[in-house]
C-alpha cells in the first residue's frame, strides 16, 4: 500500500516537473509574451520580493476564510440536516434553496457592500453565502438517501430522536458531509478572494489586484501559486480527516 502510494505520487511530482520545464522552454524560445506569461523561473525570483506582503496578505485572507468556512458548516450542515430529514420543510424549503444555489452570488455583493462598507465584514458574509450552499444542498440530499430500512429497523428497537440522529442519521452522511465541506471551503476562499479584489483594503485578493494592476506578471503568478498551494493543502487535510472518520460510518 505505501509503495503504491509511492510510485503515485512520484508520476504526480514528474508530471508537475514536465509541466514546469515545458512551460520553461515556451516561454524563453519566446512563443508566449512574458509581459503576460512570464517563465518559471521568473515567477520563482518574484516570491522573494512579494515574500513579506503576500504571506501578510496570505494570512489575512485565510483567517477571514476561517471565520467564514466555520459559519458555512454550522449552518450548512445544521439546515441540511433539519431540512432534508422534515419532510414538511424539505417540500416547501427545497425549491428555494436551489434556486438560491443556482443564482450567481455576485449579484449581492454590491448589496453586500452598500450595507457593510469595505473591510473584513463584507469578505466574511460573502464567504459564508459561497461556502454555505454547496454543504447544505449536498447535506440535504444526503439525508434525503439515507437507507430507510436503517431508521426503521431503529425505531423498531425503541430509538429515541436524538438516538436516531446520532446513531444512524450523522454517520450515514458523513462521507456527504465531508464532501461539502470539501467544496465549503474552495468557495469560502473564493468569495473572500472575489470581495478583496474589489472592496478589500487589505488581503491576498487585495495583493492580487495591485498587481495585476500594475502588470506586474510574475509577482502575480507568484501570488496565485501561493493561495492555490494553500487551498490544495487545505482540502489534503480534510481527505485525511474524511480518512481518519470514515470508521464511524
Known sequence: MKGERARVFALQMASVLVLLAAWEAVARAGWVDPLFVPSPSAVAGAFGRIGRSALAGLGDTLAKTAVAY???VLLGVTLGVAVGSVRALREVLSPFVVAVYGMPKILVLPWIVLILGFGTAPAILYGTIHGVFPILVLVMGGVRDVDRTLVTVARA???TPWQLYW???LPAIVPTVLAGMRLGIVFCLLGVLIVEMFAGVRGMGYVMGSLANGFQAPELF???ALVSASSIAIV??????????S???
Not at 236 to 245: I, V
Open 70 to 72: 466555520v459559519l458555512s
Open 157 to 159: 428497537f425503541g430509538a
Open 167 to 169: 446513531k444512524v442519521l
Open 222 to 224: 507568484a501570488a496565485t
Open 236 to 245: 489534503t487535510a480534510l481527505d485525511a480527516l474524511n480518512d481518519r472518520l
Open 247 to 249: 470508521h464511524w460510518r
